[in-house]
């Protein structure tokens, strides 16, 4: 009896270390979305960076393609607005993106959205973990899987199998999304699956020192490849879009699609610059995901409102001209 419960206990042991998840683009199995798939229903509207060393372990490293600072410095945030389209920006060592979208992601059946990368083929992989927020301040993580050796560095145009990861962004190929489920995060404190209203992308330092080492949500090291040190290193952020999403922003939906005025810088974190496209007087609410008023002010052409006394997060500008013009602009605060 004992010769076969230590039997059954290596199977399964066995069983998980190699667990085979869904496979490259193309194979049986395989969960990648492309870009131009009916199911997707929105996709990135607002972009909030925060870069990455070029190379993690030396820190002093400049690229000499792009020379003047040590970290990754290609593309902008701009480059992730809408439809995948093999334009990135680059998030260097550890670096990572907020994005933001037209209406809140909701939890449906199936996958709620898809996030891409720029991999050149199927095996050259680079890695990040994805998180939500309900608030754009606190975000909670997706489990996530890396079943790659540990016993060899993957060097920096090393291959990975798309079988052996497991909830990460970079899983697929260019124009491939690789797609999250919500439901994964039902048991979570701190978030709302029918109420998401920001998505980070966090690169993965798939270096396997013990100085710069990552863990999935297994306790297993991740290995991808390291180190890419370039203004192009890390992960490179293509698109996220959206398959299921709702309406409700918090904010009345009464309002008008016409643009009457324009804010930057946006994101921010010390102040905003408000410039109305036509002459005149309006009246403006500051106000957080919850709709609560948090500044309200008169002004004429152009005002400049100070921003840097309010917490990181996703915020509306609400607001109206003398002639009865409605209109909502979304911001970051960073």
């Given at each position: 009896?004992?010769?076969?419960?230590?039997?059954?206990?290596?199977i399964?042991?066995?069983?998980?270390v190699f667990?085979?998840y869904?496979?490259?683009?193309?194979?049986?199995?395989?969960?990648a979305?492309y870009?131009?798939?009916s199911?997707f229903?929105?996709?990135a509207?607002?972009?909030s960076i925060t870069r990455?060393y070029?190379?993690?372990?030396d820190?002093?490293?400049?690229?000499?393609?792009?020379p003047?600072?040590?970290?990754?410095?290609?593309?902008?945030s701009?480059?992730?607005?809408?439809?995948?389209?093999?334009?990135?920006?680059?998030?260097?060592?550890g670096g990572?993106?907020?994005?933001?979208?037209?209406?809140p992601?909701?939890?449906?059946?199936?996958?709620d959205?898809?996030?891409?990368?720029?991999?050149?083929?199927?095996?050259?992989?680079?890695?990040?973990?994805v998180?939500?927020?309900?608030d754009?301040i606190?975000?909670?993580?997706?489990?996530?899987?890396?079943?790659?050796q540990?016993?060899?560095?993957?060097?920096?145009?090393?291959t990975?199998?798309?079988?052996?990861?497991?909830n990460?962004?970079?899983?697929?190929?260019?124009?491939?999304?690789?797609p999250?489920d919500?439901?994964?995060?039902?048991?979570s404190?701190g978030?709302?699956?029918?109420?998401?209203?920001?998505?980070k992308?966090?690169?993965v330092?798939?270096s396997?020192?013990?100085?710069?080492?990552?863990?999935?949500?297994?306790g297993?090291?991740?290995?991808?490849p390291?180190?890419t040190?370039?203004?192009?290193?890390?992960?490179?952020?293509?698109a996220v879009?959206?398959?299921n999403?709702?309406?409700?922003?918090g904010?009345?939906d009464?309002?008008?699609?016409?643009?009457?005025?324009s804010i930057?810088?946006?994101?921010s974190?010390n102040?905003?610059?408000?410039?109305?496209l036509?002459?005149?007087?309006?009246?403006?609410q500051?106000m957080?995901?919850?709709?609560?008023?948090l500044?309200?002010?008169?002004?004429e052409d152009?005002?400049?409102?100070?921003?840097?006394?309010?917490?990181?997060?996703?915020?509306f500008i609400k607001g109206?001209d003398?002639?009865?013009?409605?209109?909502s602009?979304?911001?970051?605060?960073?």
């Amino acid at each position: 009896m004992k010769k076969f419960t230590f039997l059954f206990v290596l199977i399964l042991f066995n069983l998980s270390v190699f667990a085979q998840y869904p496979p490259a683009v193309g194979q049986i199995g395989s969960t990648a979305i492309y870009k131009d798939s009916s199911v997707f229903i929105d996709w990135a509207v607002m972009c909030s960076i925060t870069r990455g060393y070029i190379n993690i372990s030396d820190t002093s490293f400049e690229d000499p393609a792009y020379p003047g600072t040590n970290k990754a410095s290609f593309g902008d945030s701009a480059a992730v607005y809408g439809i995948a389209d093999n334009n990135t920006i680059s998030l260097g060592d550890g670096g990572s993106a907020v994005v933001s979208f037209n209406h809140p992601i909701v939890n449906e059946a199936g996958f709620d959205f898809a996030v891409f990368e720029n991999s050149f083929d199927d095996m050259f992989l680079e890695l990040a973990y994805v998180e939500v927020s309900s608030d754009g301040i606190h975000f909670v993580r997706f489990p996530s899987v890396s079943l790659t050796q540990t016993t060899t560095q993957i060097q920096g145009f090393g291959t990975l199998d798309a079988t052996q990861i497991h909830n990460f962004a970079g899983k697929y190929k260019v124009y491939y999304g690789t797609p999250f489920d919500l439901s994964d995060l039902q048991d979570s404190t701190g978030i709302d699956i029918s109420h998401i209203i920001a998505v980070k992308i966090i690169d993965v330092v798939g270096s396997i020192s013990e100085l710069y080492k990552n863990y999935d949500s297994q306790g297993h090291i991740i290995n991808d490849p390291f180190p890419t040190p370039f203004g192009t290193g890390g992960f490179d952020l293509d698109a996220v879009g959206v398959i299921n999403n709702s309406t409700n922003t918090g904010i009345s939906d009464n309002i008008s699609e016409k643009r009457i005025i324009s804010i930057n810088p946006n994101p921010s974190s010390n102040y905003i610059n408000i410039n109305t496209l036509n002459p005149g007087k309006y009246q403006i609410q500051l106000m957080d995901i919850s709709a609560k008023v948090l500044k309200q002010l008169n002004f004429e052409d152009k005002i400049s409102i100070e921003i840097s006394d309010l917490q990181k997060g996703i915020y509306f500008i609400k607001g109206n001209d003398e002639n009865g013009n409605t209109f909502s602009e979304k911001i970051i605060i960073y």
